[in-house]
């Protein structure tokens, strides 16, 4: 069982916008920033947000994250068929210390 | 940017220890920066990311509490290369190693990963 919770799956048409939630707690999330990654089948994981709503280079802004409390969220605006891949959210921890992550989402576009 | 590149011995039989190692190549200096972490990561198959240790240059090593009985992290640097052993295995260490580097600093996140390499463990 993951220390941060994610849907398990969602699921969107092209064109249109979802956000994946990432609940923790104040131990995690509730003291530091959050990061999301994105990971294409069968590839290696990649950054895709960091410090809770900072893009890295190459990032499209139709990605977005936020957070408030104890809890975070990813926006995916304008949805595409590349986008479908596992989402995974992911901060440092207190007790125990560490990064770590959420359970992950599945996208999938219809 | 630098490459991260894993390697290891694919097969593992039951009880032995796993070592695996990451080589860092690309035109950066980041390798000796205090600021940066080379961390391990798994994924089990069809599962979700687990952290299982970072270490800095320096050799200091953060591990999680559930492995830190079977987890050793080094770093070599004039090799450049991030090592890991993960001792007594099961069959719940089949899985995709990846190698990532933590920004610990204005960016706080694992901004570089390797490609991983798969591990059965299996008799």
């Known amino acids: 069982q993951s220390v941060l919770t994610q849907p398990p799956s969602m699921s969107g048409a092209p064109g249109q916008r979802v956000t994946i939630s990432c609940s923790g707690t104040?131990?995690?999330?509730?003291?530091?920033?959050v990061n999301w990654y994105q990971q294409l089948p069968g590839m290696a994981p990649r950054l895709l947000i960091y410090?809770?709503?900072k893009r890295p280079s190459g990032v499209p802004d139709r990605f977005s994250g936020s957070k408030s409390g104890a809890s975070a969220s990813l926006a995916i605006s304008g949805l595409q068929f590349g986008d479908e891949a596992d989402y995974y959210c992911?901060?440092?921890?207190?007790?125990?210390?560490?990064?770590?992550f959420g359970g992950g989402t599945k996208l999938n576009v219809l | 940017q630098e490459l991260l590149q894993e390697s290891g011995p694919g097969l593992v039989r039951p009880s032995e220890t796993l070592s695996l190692t990451c080589s860092v190549s690309?035109?950066?200096?980041?390798?000796?920066?205090?600021?940066?972490?080379w961390g391990w990561i798994r994924q089990s198959p069809g599962k979700g990311l687990e952290w299982i240790g970072s270490?800095?240059?320096?050799?200091?090593?953060i591990l999680p509490p559930s492995l830190k009985s079977r987890v050793t992290i080094s770093v070599d640097s004039s090799k450049k290369q991030v090592a890991l052993t993960l001792s007594s295995v099961t069959a719940a260490d089949t899985a995709v190693y990846f190698c990532?580097?933590?920004?610990?600093?204005?960016?706080?996140?694992?901004?570089?990963w390797g490609r991983g390499t798969t591990i059965i463990v299996s008799s």
């Open positions: 990532a580097r933590r920004v610990t600093v204005s960016m706080h996140a694992f901004d570089v």
């Open positions: 410090d809770d709503d």
């Open positions: 690309g035109p950066s200096d980041s390798f000796t920066d205090r600021y940066i972490s």
């Open positions: 104040s131990s995690n999330i509730g003291k530091g920033t």
């Open positions: 270490s800095y240059y320096s050799g200091r090593s």
């Open positions: 992911e901060t440092w921890g207190d007790k125990p210390t560490g990064p770590v």
